[in-house]
């Protein structure tokens, strides 16, 4: 059996409506998995929902619903965000499965049987917005905590705690001698110089059930529920069991097997998550496997934020982008394009309208969708959409292109790529503009000539396609179904030069990205 290529995104609060970031955040998970995927290898991409805790449980009261169906309305909605986004999902998970809620539990299990779980009693501060304890040192220089702390209560009760205090070190020897572990570089180093500079305290992983009922109960004590992060967390592991993967079954010795559709899965390749919550990834979720007994994932990779117009995403403020309208407006491949091409994974990102409509006018109307919309039209209106005898000049531009995307795809190097794709794009149009088809179109005497341009051009909207499909799939697609081609663009060794047959009938020529007023 070979293990395939495991991607995960992080799951999604359930409460709320889907956003700017993380369509982002889920668009950069397809784009790798379709990489690989055209890359030749078998891929898993999870994504999901994470449904427990004090916010789904408060806001499900608020409607007057209990948690799951407050749970199960908004969900659809989520699902139907990932298909509009066109992900290639694997599987969906929910925090609240019962294969997910089952594996939990054998984890939590496994964790208390290696001692590494103890209960105690806590006195201190506690936000109940962001559900998690605070100490003196969460305050600010006033004495104060954070506003996005919420109300922050003081408390006393007994909890079940994670022992994190002796697992620094091996993981910083770890995250030191494994540079691709957490990814881009600058975010490695934060998390060292946090867990150099901070000694780690043991992570409360129980709420009290009379708190807080909506959650997985602990299996060693029914009378306290599973902290949401722990949670969250396995699922990452959960979905894998559920399929069938040995190791994490093994790990666990859980009897849950699905003999059916046995698939190695576990270490993941690659989990994509944004900046905030590195801490929880880069040293929670390492720790919590060392204890299970499992191999560590192989990357974490870090994305920065978007904010819109110089100013934080926020819903109360208004400063908001639909992803939804965006698409519903200018189609999918516009919204992706635009998130892929302006912000490379890792830095922040800034959302604004005029340069959304800047880069769809000029690189998509006008580069993309003019070369392959000319080429094809004058092949139809020169050749009657019948593809002449094969020519090579533009063979070495595309083998360039075709290169240097497949090592930037490999080392998920998305907003370059498109950049090397794009060089492509212009070296066509320039060629139009110095070859001029329309003009030797009009002298008999050039038509081997013309036949030459022509079979470059239409070749070189074919590869472009290839090339295209990770990241703009429908409009690969549809360059596909211009020329006349029935199968799908999804390998990337089909950008091999010269494969459109000479006497092969191209389809109907359609703008790809109509030009608008803007
Ligand atoms: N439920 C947790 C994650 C658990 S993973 C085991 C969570 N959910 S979230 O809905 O708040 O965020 C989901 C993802 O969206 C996170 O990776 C977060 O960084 C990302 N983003 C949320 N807002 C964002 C932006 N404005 N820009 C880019 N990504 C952002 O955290």
Redesign the pocket.
């Known amino acids: 059996m070979n293990k395939r290529f495991y991607i995960t995104?992080?799951?999604?609060?359930v409460n709320?409506q889907p956003?700017?970031?993380?369509a982002?955040?889920k668009i950069i998970a397809d784009v790798i998995a379709r990489s690989h995927r055209t890359l030749g290898q078998e891929v898993f991409f999870l994504t999901g929902l994470?449904e427990h805790g004090q916010k789904v449980q408060q806001a499900a009261q608020a409607e007057g619903k209990s948690p799951q169906a407050y749970c199960d309305q908004l969900a659809a909605d989520w699902q139907a965000f990932a298909k509009k986004l066109e992900l290639t999902n694997d599987d969906f998970v929910r925090t609240t499965d019962p294969r997910h809620k089952e594996i939990v539990q054998a984890s939590l299990t496994r964790v208390f049987n290696a001692g590494q779980i103890y209960k105690q009693t806590y006195s201190g501060f506690y936000s109940t917005k962001e559900e998690t304890f605070l100490t003196d040192k969460d305050r600010r220089p006033d004495g104060t905590f954070d506003p996005a702390y919420g109300e922050v209560i003081e408390l006393q009760e007994e909890n079940y705690f994670f022992k994190l205090g002796e697992q620094q070190q091996w993981l910083i020897d770890y995250i030191e001698s494994n540079p691709s572990f957490v990814q881009p570089d600058h975010r490695r180093n934060e998390v060292l110089g946090f867990l150099k500079n901070n000694t780690l305290e043991d992570l409360c992983i129980s709420r009290p059930a009379a708190r807080l009922g909506w959650g997985i109960p602990l299996p060693f004590d029914k009378d306290y529920v599973t902290y949401?992060?722990f949670d969250?967390?396995v699922?990452?592991i959960s979905i894998p069991a559920a399929h069938g993967d040995a190791t994490i079954l093994d790990a666990l010795k859980s009897e849950v097997r699905n003999p059916k559709s046995e698939i190695e899965l576990w270490p993941a390749d690659i989990h994509v998550?944004?900046?905030?919550?590195v801490k929880?990834?880069a040293v929670y979720w390492p720790i919590m496997l060392k204890a299970m007994g499992l191999p560590l994932p192989k990357q974490i990779l870090v994305?920065?934020?978007?904010?819109k117009d110089g100013a934080?995403?926020s819903k109360s403020t208004g400063n908001i982008i639909d992803p939804i309208a965006v698409i519903n407006e200018w189609g999918l491949d516009a919204f992706r394009f635009y998130v892929l091409r302006e912000l490379d994974i890792g830095p922040d990102?800034n959302w604004t309208d005029a340069g959304f409509k800047a880069r769809y006018q000029a690189e998509l109307a006008n580069g993309l969708g003019n070369l392959v919309n000319r080429s094809l039209s004058m092949l139809k209106r020169y050749r009657q959409g019948i593809v002449p005898a094969k020519h090579d000049e533009l063979a070495a531009d595309v083998a360039k292109a075709t290169d240097e995307t497949r090592a930037l795809l490999k080392q998920n190097q998305l907003q370059s790529a498109l950049q090397s794709i794009w060089g492509l794009v212009t070296r066509a149009n320039q060629y139009v503009d110095q070859t001029k088809p329309f003009s030797l179109a009009k002298d008999p005497a050039q038509a081997k000539r013309l036949d030459e341009v022509l079979y470059n051009l239409t070749e070189t909207c074919r590869v472009l396609a290839v090339l295209l499909w990770p990241f703009l799939p429908g409009t690969a697609s549809k360059i596909y179904a211009q020329l006349g081609l029935t199968d799908v663009p999804d390998k990337l060794d089909a950008a091999t030069w010269g494969r459109l047959p000479s006497g092969h009938a191209i389809g109907e020529p359609a703008p790809l990205f109509p030009r608008k007023d803007i």
């Open positions: 995104t992080a799951i999604d609060y709320g956003h700017l970031g993380h982002y955040e994470d949401v992060w969250a967390l699922n990452y998550i944004g900046k905030d919550i929880f990834h994305h920065g934020w978007w904010q934080k995403i990102g």
